[in-house]
Nanobody
């Protein structure tokens, strides 16, 4: 089992920044690709970003490309999502996910091995 705990959410004005963290425990962190998803009220959960086992490869949704950066620190068992130039449409609950698989399925699949409980991000206009 892998336990994932997100933190760093909050209320921010449009144009501002937040950094989300997801701390993992339970199994060897570097054996898992990690990703971030989000779900806004009344909408389906959508892919945001993902990072490979060692951090050498990343994927981003078009809606966040150039504004968000995913990174990981395998020594700290933590994955981060730096969010800049935030927009009201970024408002959602953000979830991190862990998966022993890496590939383009991160863009379209919500079937991942482990999920965190989520952290709320609210961007005011």
């Amino acid at each position: 089992q892998v336990q994932l705990v997100e933190s760093g959410g909050g209320l921010v004005q449009a144009g501002g920044s937040l950094r989300l963290s997801c701390a993992a425990s339970g199994r060897t962190f570097s054996n898992y690709a990690m990703g971030w998803f989000r779900q806004a009220p009344g909408k389906e959960r959508e892919f945001v970003a993902a990072i490979s086992f060692g951090g050498g490869n990343t994927y981003y949704a078009d809606s966040v490309k150039g504004r968000f950066t995913i990174s990981r620190d395998n020594a700290k068992n933590t994955v981060y999502l730096q969010m800049n130039s935030l927009k009201p449409e970024d408002t959602a609950v953000y979830y991190c996910a862990a998966d022993s698989r890496w590939g383009t399925s991160w863009f379209y699949s919500n079937h991942h091995d482990y999920w965190g409980q989520g952290t709320q991000v609210t961007v005011s206009s």
